[in-house]
């Protein structure tokens, strides 16, 4: 792939509070390339998960260029970015956000049928990604009935089902204990990092750190760093 995956530059982003403006971008750059998995790090606040819905494009902003995979967001309607979305990227939250009521084939089936598969051939795509990462044996459980580790991983097996081009991470490791972190991070490097996909990830974990192929420090709504060697964020 020529180029970068994705490129930002000088995003402005404001939200309304009252009367008052306030910026949560204000000015944010940086570019990811393909292969590429990037952590985004920072304190509370500074911007990090706004910057990563600016390039979803769930969030709009107002000044600045955004580019996915050559496409201009500023150029795209609603209709055309939601298409973009659906066809091109892939979400794993902190909270799985799988749906109770379905079973684990069926939440991963899910953006296979929003883009039109068969129910048929979804839940067959849908197993043969549950059994890469070790749930073969899960297809017809419920979410309650499966652990946290469990649960991201069916999280993660829905996010990538429908190979994305773009893997956003927000947070996914947040609710799981160290070992199931690493495992969570080892999966995604296995599963999400190829040549022709960029994965996003925003965290507070430092303990995933080292598996970062490039790390980006924020504070304040701008890019203040970027690190290849995670023992810099000890003292940046």
């Known amino acids: 792939m020529s180029g970068p995956a994705i490129v930002v530059r000088e995003v402005v982003k404001s939200f309304s509070n009252g009367d008052a403006r306030v910026l949560a971008l204000k000015g ?3 570019e990811a390339a393909f292969g590429e998995l990037l ?10 998960t706004t910057l990563l819905s600016v ?11 955004v580019s996915v995979f ?3 967001l500023r150029g795209m ?3 055309e970015m939601t298409r973009f979305r659906r066809e091109n990227i892939g979400f794993i939250f902190q909270q799985f956000n799988l749906i109770p009521t379905l079973t684990t084939v069926e939440n991963v089936s899910v953006p296979l049928l929003l883009r039109g598969c068969s129910k048929k051939s979804a839940q067959a795509r849908a197993a043969a990604m549950l059994e890469k990462v070790g749930l073969g044996d899960k297809l017809r459980a419920y979410p309650a009935q499966l ?14 089902v429908h190979e994305p081009r773009l893997v956003i991470c927000d947070e996914p490791t947040a609710s799981l204990d160290a070992a199931a972190g690493h495992r969570t991070l080892e999966l995604l490097r ?3 990092v190829h040549p022709g996909r960029c994965v996003l990830l925003v965290t507070h ?10 790390i980006v420090q924020m504070d304040d709504g701008r890019v203040t760093g970027q690190f290849s060697d995670p023992s810099h964020l000890h003292h940046a």
Not at 57 to 64: H, I, K, R, V, Y
């Open 205 to 214: 974990d430092s303990r995933i750190y080292p598996f970062a192929d490039r």
């Open 147 to 160: 652990s946290g580790g469990q649960q991201q991983r069916v999280a993660i097996s829905r996010a990538l």
């Open 39 to 48: 952590m985004i790090v920072g304190p509370s606040g500074c911007g990090k």
């Open 77 to 79: 309607g609603n209709g």
């Open 190 to 192: 296995e599963s999400a």
């Open 28 to 30: 944010a750059s940086l």
């Open 70 to 72: 050559g496409h201009d």
């Open 55 to 65: 390039i979803c494009g769930t969030l709009a902003f107002e000044e600045g260029e």
